[in-house]
Nanobody, 124 residues
Framework: QVQLVESGGGVVQAGGSLTLICTTSEFGLDYYHFGWFRQVPGKDREGIACMDGYDSGTSYADSVKGRFTISRRATTITLQMTNLKVEDTGIYYC???????????????????WGRGTQVTVSS
């Protein structure tokens, strides 16, 4: 399984920006479906920004469209977050699933490898 380590979380004021980085043990991630997931107390972990490594297709939750951008380079998966809102507060996890040399039909992966998460707090 690919190893994933998140970094970049912190406290930011509403309207501000933050960049999260997921460092992986796999170069390129061409045969992986991966993404960023957010969990808040009392709710299920939600896929908010995902990318298919095979065709670089992306998918975003409605709540973050136009504000968040997922990208990858070498061994990193980056989530650029702008115009942050209080409701963006949560623990952000990087997740990935090995899919082989073909595109996935899912918006976000059925994750079989998780990072430990990084806390993002947006203050009003």
């Amino acid at each position: 399984q690919v190893q994933l380590v998140e970094s970049g979380g912190g406290v930011v004021q509403a309207g501000g920006s933050l960049t999260l980085i997921c460092t992986t043990s796999e170069f390129g991630l061409d045969y992986y479906h991966f993404g960023w997931f957010r969990q808040v107390p009392g709710k299920d972990r939600e896929g908010i920004a995902c990318m298919d490594g095979y065709d670089s297709g992306t998918s975003y939750a409605d709540s973050v469209k136009g504000r968040f951008t997922i990208s990858r380079r070498a061994t990193t998966i980056t989530l650029q977050m702008t115009n942050l809102k209080v409701e963006d507060t949560g623990i952000y996890y990087c997740g990935a699933d090995y899919t082989g040399p073909h595109a996935s039909h899912l918006e976000c992966p059925e994750v079989d490898s998780w990072g430990r998460g990084t806390q993002v707090t947006v203050s009003s």
